[in-house]
């Protein structure tokens, strides 16, 4: 399979997929193919980017240099706040139990007593959230979104 991108006589822009190369030159010789907005026969191959996929065995991103500092992954801290957000997942995560979306239902029975008390961290709705909070329970909204754990 082969992706192009199109563009009609009339200036519309889109992308189709074809079996091969030699399939796209036949479907458009026999009319065939037509632009996807406006219905027009007369389409051309636009200009392309090619899908380049980086080896298996590529050496890891190189640290950034203030040339680069621009091209620096999404993982990777940008500032101090986003450094601080990283430290206190960290944190979280080493000094607490992830219970899920049982969240709700062991904070109650850690607050009533009937668990022994220890730090947690989950998931909870909006609401059973509120309720906690009108109920006394000590909770409070982590600044990011647990990294769901499965056995």
């Known amino acids: 399979?082969?992706?192009?991108?199109?563009?009609?006589?009339?200036?519309h822009c889109f992308?189709?997929?074809?079996?091969?190369a030699a399939a796209?030159?036949?479907?458009?010789?026999?009319g065939m193919v037509s632009c996807a907005i406006c219905g027009d026969v007369q389409v051309e191959k636009a200009i392309m980017t090619p899908r380049v996929r980086p080896a298996r065995n590529a050496a890891e991103t190189p640290k950034p240099t203030p040339?680069?500092?621009?091209?620096?992954p999404?993982?990777?801290?940008?500032?101090?706040?986003e450094q601080a957000l990283a430290e206190l997942r960290k944190r979280v995560e080493d000094t607490s139990d992830y219970v899920g979306r049982?969240?709700?239902?062991?904070?109650?029975?850690m607050?009533?007593?009937d668990a022994p008390a220890r730090a947690i961290y989950g998931e909870a709705k909006l609401d059973e959230a509120r309720a906690l909070v009108e109920d006394g329970?000590?909770?409070a909204p982590l600044p990011f979104m647990p990294n769901r754990k499965s056995n």
């Open 74 to 81: 999404l993982s990777v801290p940008r500032n101090a706040a």
């Open 1 to 11: 399979m082969i992706q192009y991108a199109l563009k009609c006589s009339h200036g």
């Open 67 to 72: 040339e680069t500092q621009d091209a620096v």
């Open 24 to 30: 796209y030159d036949k479907l458009r010789a026999a």
């Open 102 to 109: 049982e969240f709700v239902s062991e904070a109650r029975k």
């Open 137 to 139: 329970v000590p909770v």
């Open 15 to 20: 992308d189709s997929w074809f079996q091969s």
């Open 111 to 113: 607050h009533l007593g």
